[in-house]
């Protein structure tokens, strides 16, 4: 029955509208994918000596126990924003004589077998082959030990299947867990109650009855039965797929009624981003990214590496450029049709996308200014990157969505729909970030910071001073490839 | 008012729809009927500027269709639910919609009084996102829509399909009514031989992309797209009678 499974993905793969971008960045992807797997391998065979070099008096095992909790919640926060959960077109699969329990465990399943679960592996086994080298503990111990770690990620891979549907299910669901992380974290770090010192010495006492790696499978076993409860009782057209109507939220947002006459698709632009959840998350995203600053600005050594702030800047003041922009025009896929047959002048389409996504630069930079405390040259450096995201960022975004072929299902709850939302989306905004960065860097390493600046703001400005054009030059792009969009928006499914 | 001029589309070399000459003149009633695959969702969108013509031209009123958006302002469609935005509620949607047409809020709520019939109380203040209306309301909602803004040209896709016995008797009320005065073209296809031939002044039958027959609707009309449905033989006869 896999197999037929199997065969469906690869099919709904390669009979896609956006086969070439997808290829495209799965090469890539794999270009990264090796790049990791050989830095994960150089760390785990490095990991012994590194350990005895930096420990001397304290056996490594017990040094890399300490490790592990915050190594877990690592991988935690990395598979929360990076892991692509499995996607299947489930619906017309409801009525097959296929046996839910079955679709549902080959998404379970799917979801180990991922490059991300290979990784630990390629730091767990060189080390285990190091521990019965070079030590005196136990064969049986170690292999307990390295099933007991191995076991622990792939949980971690399953509560991450868990929360990342309450994240998009209900986003205040994650408060708590985000507060007790954050308050265990500052007992640590205050040596209160040191939670990495306790699950360390668990584990050590792990190594000593090796029998206990049963405690760690069975909490795998225990979240593996637990998502497949979940998704199996999610498995109804009415409960998930449909959706029953709730009372609906009717906020007109007339205050954008003063931006003239793009004002009637902004408002559906906020309307679009309110009441779905896909796109509302991006808005909770890039309030979560404000705080980015605060892990670069208060650090010295990134005092005499400025270029850093380019990237911080740029990241900050256009987080939702990135995350809402590249998928412009995608958003409307739904009904792109009508929008292309409607009275609607394309030119103004663009412009107000252009409206939305400057306005949200302008709010997001306003945010940022708090940064002052941490010096002038910080907010002098956020503005420029938002002068720099306003005037080349936006049309560069805009102009590679009339490339855009893949439907986004706006309406489809967020159960099994996480379309876009993997490596992938980070990816897109790299050369955005990039190029500023590599403009920036030569200028502050032998003119100055000041000019640096100066030149970033002066990119932006001439893009805005541009813009008339730009538009004609995006416009003529979108026209050329409307009747390839209209196509791609209508294919349903992957 | 529409001129199709040597129209064609293929799809990897098949040719799925090839009209040499067609004219629908201002104010007509004009039905399109064909079986599956005969080409008329592919006419309508090419009305539409929505696929891109492998030969010949779409003139609206005088404009090349796929070379300016001139056309916009006075053509409305209905094609699919694909028209409809999910996330909306049917009052914001036709303004949405009566916004693009120039129509202010005061001007749709006195628009839609007209169609509080139509509508059977299930569409408007229901607090209900188009998304979750039924197949049948979403496309009442659709058509309405259309009808905002006094359109001139006016294209509807299948209107009568899904909707129940009620609705297509007040629909078809409703297209009459629009004609009436001979300003509003509005072309129609469908699959039901009965509603095109009262509503339709002229039904054009399409067959495997090609205009196969071209008729001024008579008492005689339903009779003779029967009989051609019927069967291929049937269809000489007809033709042969008709010449």
Not at chain 1, 63 to 78: G, I, K, Q, T
Request: with cysteine.
């Amino acid at each position: 029955m896999f197999k037929h499974f199997i065969y469906l993905q690869w099919k709904a793969f390669f009979r896609s509208s956006s086969l070439g971008k997808s290829i495209g960045l799965k090469i890539l992807m794999g270009f990264l994918a090796i790049y990791f797997a050989v830095i994960f391998l150089l760390l785990g065979i490095g990991m012994y000596p590194l350990l005895t070099e930096f420990y001397p008096d304290q056996p490594p095992l017990h040094m890399a126990n300490r490790f592990v909790l915050l190594w877990l919640v690592m991988e935690l926060v990395f598979r929360f924003m990076l892991k692509t959960l499995p996607v299947m077109t489930v619906k017309p699969l409801l009525i097959a004589p296929i046996k839910k329990r079955k679709v549902v465990n080959y998404v379970l399943i799917k979801s180990l077998i991922s490059f991300y679960n290979l990784l630990p592996l390629l730091l767990i086994i060189p080390f285990g082959i190091f521990l019965s080298f070079k030590t005196e503990i136990a064969p049986l111990s170690i292999i307990g030990w390295m099933v007991a770690v191995y076991t622990l990620i792939l949980s971690v891979d399953y509560f991450n299947f868990l929360i990342k549907k309450k994240f998009t299910d209900n986003l205040k669901a994650l408060l708590p867990l985000v507060l007790i992380a954050a308050v265990l974290a500052a007992l640590e770090y205050f040596d209160v109650f040191r939670i990495t010192l306790y699950f360390g010495n668990g584990m050590d006492y792990l190594v000593e009855n090796p029998w206990l790696a049963i405690v760690p499978v069975l909490l795998f076993a225990a979240l593996y039965k637990l998502n497949q409860h979940n998704l199996e009782r999610r498995f109804y057209l009415d409960d998930s797929l449909g959706g029953p109507a709730k009372e609906v939220n009717t906020q007109e947002f007339n205050w954008v009624r003063r931006f003239g006459d793009i004002a009637p698709f902004l408002q559906l632009d906020l309307k679009l981003i309110w009441r779905n959840k896909r796109p509302k998350t991006t808005i909770f995203l890039s309030l979560i990214i404000m705080g980015y600053g605060l892990i670069f600005y208060p650090q010295d050594t990134y005092e005499s590496m400025r270029t850093m702030y380019v990237f911080v800047g740029i990241f900050m003041t256009g987080i939702f450029m990135i995350n809402f922009g590249q998928f412009i025009p995608a958003w409307d896929a739904t009904y792109y049709s009508m929008m292309m047959s409607q009275n609607i002048p394309l030119k103004k389409y663009l412009a107000s996308k252009v409206g939305l996504i400057t306005f949200s630069i302008v709010v997001l930079t306003i945010l940022t200014t708090p940064y002052v405390y941490f010096g002038t040259h910080i907010l002098v450096m956020n503005i420029a990157c938002a002068i720099y995201n306003i005037g080349v960022n936006v049309p560069i975004l805009l102009y590679t969505g009339s490339f855009n072929r893949k439907r986004i299902e706006l309406e489809k709850s967020p159960f099994m729909n996480y379309q876009g939302t993997g490596a992938a989306q980070w990816l897109v905004g790299i050369p955005l970030m990039l190029i500023p960065v590599a403009i920036f860097w030569p200028l502050t390493r032998w003119v100055s910071y000041e000019v640096g600046v100066a030149v970033l703001a002066g990119l932006g400005l001439l893009g805005i001073i541009l813009r008339g054009p730009i538009m004609d030059f995006i416009e003529r792009a979108y026209r050329k490839n409307k009747y390839a969009m209209i196509e791609g928006f209508k294919q349903t499914g992957e | 008012m529409i001129t199709i001029t040597n129209l064609s589309k293929n799809y990897n070399g098949t040719t799925v729809l090839n009209i040499d000459h067609l004219k629908i003149p201002k104010g007509q009633s004009f039905g399109l009927v064909g079986n599956n695959g005969a080409g008329k969702t592919t006419l309508f969108s090419l009305l539409l500027d929505l696929i891109r013509p492998s030969s010949g031209n779409v003139f609206n009123n005088d404009i090349t269709v796929s070379q300016s958006e001139e056309w916009k302002p006075f053509t409305a469609s209905f094609i699919d639910e694909s028209f409809l935005i999910g996330y909306l509620t049917p009052e914001e949607y036709f303004n949405f919609i009566g916004e693009l047409r120039n129509r202010n809020k005061a001007d749709v709520a006195t628009f839609l009084k007209d169609f509080e019939d139509f509508f059977n109380g299930e569409i408007l203040n229901q607090k209900k996102y188009l998304r979750d209306l039924s197949k049948g309301n979403q496309k009442k909602v659709g058509i309405v829509a259309a009808l905002i803004g006094d359109p001139k040209v006016i294209i509807l896709d299948e209107p009568f399909a899904n909707l129940d016995p009620t609705t297509q008797i007040k629909l078809k009320k409703l297209i009459r009514d629009l004609t009436e005065s001979s300003e509003v073209t509005v072309l129609i296809s469908s699959h039901d031989l009965i509603h095109v031939t009262e509503v339709c002044e002229r039904i054009v039958v399409l067959d495997k992309g090609k205009v196969v027959n071209d008729i001024k609707t008579s008492e005689a009309t339903l009779k003779e797209l029967e009989s051609y449905f019927a069967g291929d033989q049937q269809v000489q006869e007809v033709q042969e009678d008709l010449s």
